[in-house]
């Protein structure tokens, strides 16, 4: 395949691929046999002019090494194709199929770390049991569904528990910093199993949590056609050693007893502190780690738009932003930016309010939001292993205090920075579907959080202006940005007990959705002595 970057037609246009590639190449259209689309983004870099920016994949009749020599274009090179699976991506590693068949393995959750963990292991001949402490995604929604409308918490299934994990009700963002054939291969698998095929070339995909459960539901499918199976309502409460290695799994709920193992991958979340607790009190190393903490901020989505596009034009995309800054040696930064979407309560425990940001498909909601953390470390929560649990625990409870319930405070920015209450909104009206109530946030969450969040986004504002609005409205608290700890492991991916492997976002190990599942693939094909 010959890669062409780097075409570039004013947005609203509709190019002609083919037409464009033989350009690019410098051949007739009748010997190209096929242009795939294989990126495209977004140039606002000369707003109001807004470009589209596409790269192609031609398949040609003729050396295409030739062809992409003499064309000399320096945006044209001869790639291979992309992978269109998990499968063609084994496949193209050389991995033996079936090398693990007979072996006993469990894969503790079913976030993407967890099914992308299975399903590598179906294909390596295991036949995975999937132990998930939550329900079937279905399942799952009508109980988060019951909860937003003023239901009671359901602790072993929410916003943070339950098949699909906590990024079923996120965003469901696919883009990732690390890159390469396995992140490749995530979202071809994402694209495959319902998540549409915009996914592989958008430079940005996003899922959106309304698509989410028909991928994770096609993911279960196959998963348990390779072999598989699944434990729902069933979560691990102890495991059983020998001679420091892993025999066996304890199991409470529908599926209650011992599951007798010879690996088990633990891809339980950054929020499943009570396994954090009982494998800290069976001796498997941990150590604290550095996370963010923070609010949620939400603006009118057309502010946002018309600042990064400047005008006004409702076949765009809702627009997104990134933001860093450090002061005094401490980060603070956008995260999870959630375009015209909306925040959600995402309690997991009783007496602890949380937010988290949420986006559909098609990311029309009125408001656009994203966290608005800061960086904090052991040197503000303690060396001990558990010392940053305890530490989000004491702002949660903060907040539930604070607000009266699960419902976050709100907090007008003006009135934030200036320690008072809000009494009324301004032009943004806050999208909790929990609902809501007035207070200061201050009281919830450490002083040098608020200060530097309060000198972020005046810095923020000089690239959107109305990001330190007064009327902007702050809600709290944003405590679950990743795990506050590290599940100890070595190159070989097990833990201080043989045959734990620790894995994903909630070992320490990755951030988001498609990071997560790559080191899935990673920790399952370690189960089988294969280090990558």
């Not at 037409?19 to 109001?48: G, M, Y």
């Not at 930064?333 to 997991?348: L, N």
């Given at each position: 395949?010959?890669?062409?970057?780097?075409?570039?037609?004013?947005?609203?246009?509709?190019?002609?691929?083919?037409?464009?590639?033989?350009?690019?190449?410098?051949?007739?259209?009748?010997?190209?046999?096929?242009?795939?689309?294989?990126?495209?983004?977004?140039?606002?870099?000369?707003?109001?002019?807004?470009?589209?920016?596409?790269?192609?994949?031609?398949?040609?009749?003729?050396?295409?090494?030739?062809?992409?020599?003499?064309?000399?274009?320096?945006?044209?090179?001869?790639?291979?194709?992309?992978?269109?699976?998990?499968?063609?991506?084994?496949?193209?590693?050389?991995?033996?199929?079936?090398?693990?068949?007979?072996?006993?393995?469990?894969?503790?959750?079913?976030?993407?770390?967890?099914?992308?963990?299975?399903?590598?292991?179906?294909?390596?001949?295991?036949?995975?049991?999937?132990?998930?402490?939550?329900?079937?995604?279905?399942?799952?929604?009508?109980?988060?569904?019951?909860?937003?409308?003023?239901?009671?918490?359901?602790?072993?299934?929410?916003?943070?528990?339950?098949?699909?994990?906590?990024?079923?009700?996120?965003?469901?963002?696919?883009?990732?910093?690390?890159?390469?054939?396995?992140?490749?291969?995530?979202?071809?698998?994402?694209?495959?199993?319902?998540?549409?095929?915009?996914?592989?070339?958008?430079?940005?995909?996003?899922?959106?949590?309304?698509?989410?459960?028909?991928?994770?539901?096609?993911?279960?499918?196959?998963?348990?056609?390779?072999?598989?199976?699944?434990?729902?309502?069933?979560?691990?409460?102890?495991?059983?050693?020998?001679?420091?290695?892993?025999?066996a799994l304890e199991l409470e709920g529908e599926k209650s007893g011992l599951l007798p193992v010879d690996r088990a991958v633990f891809a339980v979340g950054h929020s499943a502190r009570d396994v954090y607790e009982m494998l800290f009190a069976r001796g498997v190393k941990l150590e604290a780690k550095p996370f963010a903490v923070g609010v949620r901020i939400e603006h009118l989505r057309r502010d946002i738009d018309f600042a990064q596009y400047g005008i006004e034009n409702?076949?765009?995309?809702?627009?997104?932003?990134?933001?860093?800054?450090?002061?005094?040696?401490?980060?603070?930064?956008t995260f999870c930016m959630c375009p015209g979407g909306e925040v959600v309560a995402a309690a997991s425990e009783e007496g602890g309010c949380v937010v988290n940001g949420m986006s559909r498909r098609a990311r029309s909601g009125e408001n656009s939001n994203s966290a608005l953390i800061v960086t904090v470390g052991p040197s503000d929560f303690g060396e001990g292993a558990l010392d940053g649990v305890a530490f989000q625990r004491r702002w949660e409870r903060a907040a539930?205090?604070?607000?009266?319930?699960?419902?976050?405070?709100?907090?007008?920015?003006?009135?934030?920075?200036?320690?008072?209450?809000?009494?009324?909104?301004?032009?943004?009206?806050?999208?909790?579907?929990?609902?809501?109530?007035?207070?200061?946030?201050?009281?919830?969450?450490?002083?040098?959080?608020?200060?530097?969040?309060?000198?972020?986004?005046?810095?923020?504002?000089?690239?959107?202006?109305?990001?330190?609005?007064?009327?902007?409205?702050?809600?709290?608290?944003?405590?679950?940005?990743?795990?506050?700890?590290?599940?100890?492991?070595?190159?070989?991916?097990?833990?201080?007990?043989?045959?734990?492997?620790?894995?994903?976002?909630?070992?320490?190990?990755?951030?988001?959705?498609?990071?997560?599942?790559?080191?899935?693939?990673?920790?399952?094909?370690?189960?089988?002595?294969?280090?990558?």
């Amino acid at each position: 395949m010959i890669r062409i970057d780097g075409i570039t037609v004013r947005a609203g246009e509709s190019p002609d691929f083919v037409k464009c590639a033989a350009r690019a190449l410098r051949i007739r259209t009748e010997d190209i046999k096929k242009v795939t689309l294989l990126k495209h983004s977004f140039d606002c870099r000369k707003k109001p002019c807004i470009y589209q920016v596409y790269s192609l994949g031609a398949e040609v009749h003729g050396d295409e090494e030739r062809i992409a020599r003499v064309c000399r274009n320096a945006k044209v090179k001869v790639v291979q194709a992309p992978v269109s699976s998990l499968e063609d991506m084994l496949i193209r590693m050389g991995v033996p199929f079936n090398v693990m068949k007979g072996k006993k393995v469990a894969v503790v959750g079913s976030g993407p770390a967890g099914l992308f963990a299975a399903l590598t292991l179906t294909y390596l001949g295991a036949k995975p049991t999937v132990i998930e402490r939550g329900s079937k995604v279905d399942e799952r929604t009508a109980k988060v569904e019951r909860f937003f409308a003023g239901g009671e918490l359901d602790k072993e299934c929410n916003v943070q528990f339950g098949e699909g994990g906590a990024g079923t009700f996120s965003d469901g963002k696919l883009n990732t910093g690390i890159g390469g054939g396995m992140a490749a291969a995530v979202v071809a698998e994402f694209a495959a199993n319902g998540g549409g095929e915009e996914l592989k070339y958008e430079s940005k995909p996003h899922l959106g949590t309304d698509v989410l459960p028909r991928v994770v539901t096609a993911m279960r499918r196959k998963i348990i056609a390779g072999g598989g199976e699944f434990y729902f309502n069933t979560k691990v409460t102890d495991i059983k050693v020998c001679a420091n290695k892993l025999t066996a799994l304890e199991l409470e709920g529908e599926k209650s007893g011992l599951l007798p193992v010879d690996r088990a991958v633990f891809a339980v979340g950054h929020s499943a502190r009570d396994v954090y607790e009982m494998l800290f009190a069976r001796g498997v190393k941990l150590e604290a780690k550095p996370f963010a903490v923070g609010v949620r901020i939400e603006h009118l989505r057309r502010d946002i738009d018309f600042a990064q596009y400047g005008i006004e034009n409702a076949s765009f995309p809702a627009a997104d932003y990134k933001f860093a800054m450090q002061e005094d040696g401490r980060g603070c930064y956008t995260f999870c930016m959630c375009p015209g979407g909306e925040v959600v309560a995402a309690a997991s425990e009783e007496g602890g309010c949380v937010v988290n940001g949420m986006s559909r498909r098609a990311r029309s909601g009125e408001n656009s939001n994203s966290a608005l953390i800061v960086t904090v470390g052991p040197s503000d929560f303690g060396e001990g292993a558990l010392d940053g649990v305890a530490f989000q625990r004491r702002w949660e409870r903060a907040a539930y205090a604070a607000s009266g319930g699960y419902a976050p405070p709100a907090q007008l920015l003006g009135d934030f920075k200036a320690g008072r209450v809000s009494t009324c909104l301004q032009n943004v009206t806050p999208s909790c579907r929990a609902g809501y109530k007035f207070a200061d946030i201050n009281d919830c969450l450490p002083p040098y959080v608020c200060k530097t969040i309060c000198s972020a986004v005046d810095v923020f504002a000089k690239k959107i202006p109305v990001f330190n609005s007064y009327g902007s409205v702050l809600c709290g608290v944003e405590t679950r940005t990743s795990a506050p700890l590290r599940m100890l492991r070595g190159k070989d991916c097990n833990s201080s007990v043989f045959g734990l492997m620790p894995c994903g976002e909630g070992a320490g190990y990755s951030g988001g959705i498609t990071s997560s599942a790559v080191d899935g693939i990673r920790v399952a094909l370690a189960c089988a002595g294969i280090i990558i």
